[in-house]
């Protein structure tokens, strides 16, 4: 089990790696005459493509084998972004990377598919966080490894890297990821056992869209995105641009970014997990709009 985690916590840093590779590039893109609204323009295409493909895997998650559904994202995210390195107009960079978007949403439902099926309920929390670090730890360390690149052997070195990665590794972990079902027969009983005689869940597709928790998390998670965003893509290039900072210096406001997240994941995964262990321990179940919710907090 431990090497499942490995291979999909190194993966999964690829597939970041390789989705941010053009933004830590866009300074050297726009050098070479392209325009700030074009690149804006090349980066809202694949945050478009990603955040539908992201609900769609999701479901195919659900209905495919999630090892299969992994690994076909990351190969089709390197083979785009090879391509795109080659590239030279516009309009392919945009459809390009509009494809890759697609790519990447393949990554973490079928992660989401392997923790849910395989990790013991009470470190729930804590596996879910050190496993979705792998995205940070990406973002700690890949700006300096583009910054590199992109001093010493030009932007589209740096790019095609970033593929040649997804490639070599989406070609290992089709053989290293075994199929998303419990490690263990305890393990298994234990999910068995949460969910076993409750009623607290959504039971259709329908309840999950009309639960307001969902849409009070998904508006959590809009407003801490954009964030994100904003500083990780136009970040760099606004320092080097107007405070005439240089590659390496844009890069590392870049990683830092990415470490406060870093640290901040783990933190939250264990806390969390604390925190649902303590509010278990009650004997009354906790109520939410009338629903008992106290088989979610064993």
């Known amino acids: 089990m431990a090497g499942v985690y490995v291979t999909l916590f190194v993966c999964f840093a690829s597939y970041t790696y390789n989705r941010k590779s053009v933004s830590f590039v866009t300074p050297s893109l726009i050098g070479e005459g392209l325009d700030a609204s074009d690149a804006g323009l090349i980066i809202s295409c694949q945050n478009a493509a990603f955040a539908v493909s992201k ?14 559904l992994f690994t076909a994202g990351l190969l089709l995210s390197g083979l785009t972004t090879l391509l795109f390195s080659s590239s030279s107009t516009l309009g392919v960079f945009c459809a390009l990377w509009f ?24 470190q729930l929390g804590t596996l879910w966080s050190l496993l979705s670090s792998g995205n940070n730890l990406s973002g700690c360390l890949s700006p300096f490894l583009s ?27 089709l053989f290293a990821l075994g199929d998303a079902t419990p490690s263990s027969t305890e393990t298994s009983n234990q999910n068995k056992n949460i969910i076993s005689g409750s009623k607290a869940g959504p039971e259709t597709f329908g309840d999950l869209l009309r639960d307001p928790f969902l849409w009070l998390i998904s508006a959590g998670f809009l407003v801490v995105f954009c964030a994100k965003t904003t500083l990780v893509d136009w970040g760099q290039l606004f320092l080097i641009e107007e405070r005439n900072f240089t590659q390496r210096e844009g890069s590392a406001f870049t990683s ?26 009650k004997p009354d179940p906790v109520r939410f709009q009338g629903r008992e919710l106290d088989c979610w907090l064993q």
Not at 148 to 155: A, F, K, P, R, S
């Open 147 to 173: 910054a590199y690149l992109v001093t010493h052997y030009g932007w589209r070195t740096s790019v095609s890297a970033a593929g040649v990665t997804s490639l070599v590794l989406g070609s290992f972990c």
């Open 99 to 122: 494809a890759n978007g697609l790519a990447q949403g393949c990554g973490w439902p079928s992660c989401v598919k392997y923790i849910r099926q395989r990790a013991p309920p009470s």
């Open 55 to 68: 609900f769609l895997a999701g479901v195919l998650s659900d209905r495919t084998n999630p090892r299969l």
């Open 256 to 281: 830092s970014v990415e470490s406060g997240g870093l640290l901040g994941r783990i933190a939250a995964g264990y806390l969390t997990d604390h925190l649902i262990r303590r509010l278990g321990e």
